[in-house]
């Protein structure tokens, strides 16, 4: 523990801010507010500003615990279980794709990496022309993006990139591939590159930082470690959530339960958990639409190994990306992918590289010579990206998303360009994440190698950590179950305020995509029920 | 011996079902709160017996050091595996239900002894085998293994040195 840096979270518990730990509840308990918020991360803690500073009584209810700079070691043996959903070991329901989602106040806001774009236009047009979103373009949502770049400090990233970063614009440089700098939502960063759990320094304007500290300061009430259950409803009214408090350890029931009730309630769960919250509720869902639809940018990962040190685990973790390979096919053909650097970290790369014994070691010990590169492919613009479907398995949502041929060819395109701009970049030797690659040390052999690798199920590594959709917001009730305003179409007291609403992924990391679009959806909510323009948070 | 391995592992549906009655039996034999991860007996011991499979090459060559390595990497596994969702925890029960169980030892992996009397090459022909199984319950049994040992392992400072990792800025860990 240090005492060098201030804890705002650790102040604000001081001034009196109103926080339920779940956990420590000794008996059943029923609370009221204007509005209940469910979940505080970038839609929930965005949408919990916007309502407190418009005089409204929030209720924001998490299922991850309060922690605080002083909690974040740096340490992933910590970190994994305290910060992620399900340990950060959550997967597809054939294990198929390993997703990290946060779960902690804030969010994925706390643990993410930073990387802040905006919508795509290709994205938002799409959108218009495929899903009748017709006020969703550039310059209508300019104004939330700028409001929301502002509050969050996104900016351009003052220090070079880390070699990890470096290697991947030094590559495609090489090739004649644009690649572009990454903004970031940091005051005062150290460069440390420990983004993924949680920053120490208090540099990372997550949720925890910001939005959700001006909530409480303005009267908002927070209760951690509460999982929501159901919606009980009415006819066309949500009249309470029921939350089961969990114990300190964040996963069993501690059998103390919340009745929450509110004029209204906004579902920010999260896309997963989100759609799995209605579904528990039987929400109304004529056209059989919720929780399907739900995107991942599913990723490819190719380790290049370089005569120099990278040291991939210092430094800003994602500066350099490379738009290259979403333009030079349509939109709507096969699929195109986002490349970037991921931050690597003993736990992170032993776990997703293949293989077992001497043969993993001997990478391992390569650990400061290894430069990491992700694939990120933009799913959902085609009719064979369907997305896939959030189920119930024993109450809990589960996202089944088959991989299908359709998505194999991008992988392998994935693969290849990744290699190809490792080799041209120095690398000595590049290894794909594939079960039956081997570190390949030329370009020529590795294009012949990985043009043959079988791309299937367990095969080829895929991760996510990038969850959008299922609950499509659509411009008809055909086409999503919440109309354009983020209300939920046949329920008077419900709104989605998430990445759940994405009716397609976004074809980049999504945290400012959130973030504005839930700042249009949560004015325009608090000008509805106060009748008067809903504020402006600044920073 | 491969060969008589490698039939019983084209048991297919017979193992599927195995795996299930394996973790269905061990669960019976359970104390009651069957809901969290319990880890004892022969379970621990196919722990014991895996853990070093898959750290071979990376884990320290002096004997009382590597025993405590694998020690504490069992261990990590173990509170790894307690944090995860009860639903989870049951899958994970499961699959350590099936290696506890003799029987489904024999026709699933192969192992004809006791884990603690099988060789490392033994056990690590078997995850070779489940790695690249035809059947996805086997594969994923693999990914499952392959995670918790290497994740239990990185996780600790005592592997760092070996791969060059100088760890986090101390100030601040």
Same mark, same amino acid.
Not at chain 1, 503 to 506: F, H, L, M, N, V
């Given at each position: 523990m240090n005492d060098f840096i201030p804890d705002p979270i650790k102040q604000g518990i001081a001034r009196g801010w109103r926080i339920i730990d779940g956990a420590a509840l000794d008996a059943d308990r029923t609370l009221e507010a204007d509005v209940v918020i469910v979940g505080s991360g970038a839609g929930g803690g965005v949408t919990a500003e916007i309502l407190a500073l418009a005089g409204l009584n929030v209720l924001i209810v998490e299922e991850g615990a309060l922690r605080s700079s002083q909690d974040f070691k740096m340490r992933e043996a910590e970190a994994y279980p305290s910060l992620y959903q399900e340990s950060a070991a959550r997967q597809t329901l054939d294990k198929g794709v390993k997703i990290l989602q946060g779960r902690t106040v804030g969010g994925s806001t706390t643990v993410n990496w930073t990387s802040s774009f905006r919508t795509p236009p290709s994205t938002l047009a799409y959108?218009?022309?495929?899903?009748?979103?017709?006020?969703?373009?550039?310059? !209508?949502?300019?104004?939330?993006?700028? *409001?929301m770049e502002a509050r969050l400090q996104i900016g351009d990233w003052q220090a070079a990139? @880390?070699? @990890?970063?470096?290697?991947?614009? #030094?590559?495609?440089?090489?090739?004649?591939?644009?690649?572009?700098?990454? #903004?970031?939502?940091?005051?005062g960063c150290w460069n440390l590159g420990y983004c993924g759990m949680g920053c120490p320094t208090n540099a990372k304007q997550s949720m925890l930082l910001t939005t959700i500290p001006s909530a409480l300061d303005h009267g908002a009430t927070l209760v951690t470690r509460a999982r929501a259950e159901r919606f009980e409803i009415k006819g066309e009214h949500v009249e309470e959530l029921l939350c089961t408090a969990l114990q300190a350890d964040g996963v069993a029931p501690s059998g103390r339960v919340l009745r929450l009730r509110a004029r209204h309630f906004v579902v920010a769960g999260g896309a997963i958990n989100s759609p799995a919250l209605l579904l528990r509720s039987n929400a109304p869902d004529p056209n059989r639409l919720l929780g399907k639809r739900t995107f991942l940018h599913p990723t490819l990962i190719s380790a290049g190994i370089f005569p120099q040190r990278v040291d991939a685990y210092a430094g800003a973790p994602q500066t350099v990306y490379s738009d290259h390979f979403l333009h030079i096919t349509p939109i709507d053909g096969p699929l195109g992918y986002k490349l970037e650097a991921p931050p690597l970290h003993p736990v992170l790369l032993s776990t997703t590289m293949n293989g077992f014994g001497a043969d993993h070691a001997a990478m391992m010990r390569q650990f400061p010579h290894i430069a990491g590169m992700l694939a990120l492919l933009r799913d959902g613009f085609h009719d064979e990206s369907p997305g896939g479907a959030v189920l119930l398995k024993d109450g809990a949502g589960v996202l089944d998303y088959p991989l299908n041929d359709f998505l194999w060819d991008g992988a392998r395109r994935a693969l290849l360009s990744m290699a190809e701009i490792q080799?041209?970049?120095?690398? &000595? !030797?590049? #290894?794909?994440?594939?079960? *039956?690659? #081997?570190?390949? *040390? &030329?370009w020529a052999e590795a294009k012949r190698e990985i043009t043959a690798l079988p791309q299937a199920l367990h095969m080829t590594r895929v991760a996510s950590a990038h969850v959008m959709g299922g609950c499509t917001m659509a411009g008809d009730e055909a086409r999503g179950v919440v109309d354009p305003d983020g209300r939920y179409r046949n329920l008077a007291n419900l709104s989605v305020h998430d990445g759940s609403l994405f009716? *397609? &992924?976004?074809g980049a990391n999504p945290q400012l995509s959130i973030y504005g679009l839930s700042a249009r959806l949560a004015s325009g909510l608090a000008q509805d029920i106060t009748g008067q323009p809903a504020p402006r948070p600044g920073a | 011996m491969e060969t008589n391995r490698r039939s019983f592992l084209k048991a297919g549906v017979v193992g599927a079902l195995v795996l299930a009655a394996g973790g269905g039996?061990? /669960? +019976?034999?359970? +104390?009651? =709160?069957?809901? /969290?991860?319990?880890?004892d007996g022969e379970a621990r011991a196919a722990l014991g017996a895996i853990v070093p499979a898959i750290l071979a090459g990376a884990l320290p060559a002096q004997a009382a050091e590597r025993k405590a390595a694998i020690a504490a990497t069992v261990a990590g596994v173990h509170t790894?595996?307690? =944090?995860?969702?009860?639903?989870v925890q049951k899958e994970v029960q499961d699959l350590f239900g099936l290696l506890a169980f003799a029987p489904?030892? /024999?026709?699933?992996?192969?192992? +004809?002894?006791?884990? +603690? $009397?099988?060789? $490392?090459s033994e056990v690590a022909a078997f995850l070779q085998d489940w790695r690249m199984h035809r059947l996805a319950l086997l594969r994923t049994a693999y990914g499952a293994l392959h995670d918790l040992a290497l994740g239990a392992w990185y996780a600790q400072p005592a592997s760092w040195n070996a791969i060059g990792y100088p760890g986090p800025m101390k100030e601040l860990s």
């Open positions: 959108w218009r022309s495929h899903f009748g979103l017709a006020g969703f373009d550039e310059r !209508a949502m300019a104004p939330w993006f700028e *409001t990139p @880390n070699e @990890n970063n470096a290697l991947l614009k #030094r590559g495609a440089d090489k090739l004649g591939i644009p690649s572009g700098l990454i #903004r970031r939502n940091v005051k080799f041209a970049a120095g690398a &000595s !030797a590049v #290894r794909p994440a594939h079960e *039956t690659a #081997r570190a390949y *040390t &030329s009716p *397609t &992924s976004i | 039996i061990y /669960r +019976a034999t359970q +104390a009651p =709160n069957p809901q /969290r991860f319990v880890l790894a595996i307690s =944090n995860l969702p009860l639903a489904a030892r /024999r026709l699933l992996t192969g192992v +004809a002894t006791s884990w +603690a $009397e099988a060789g $490392e």
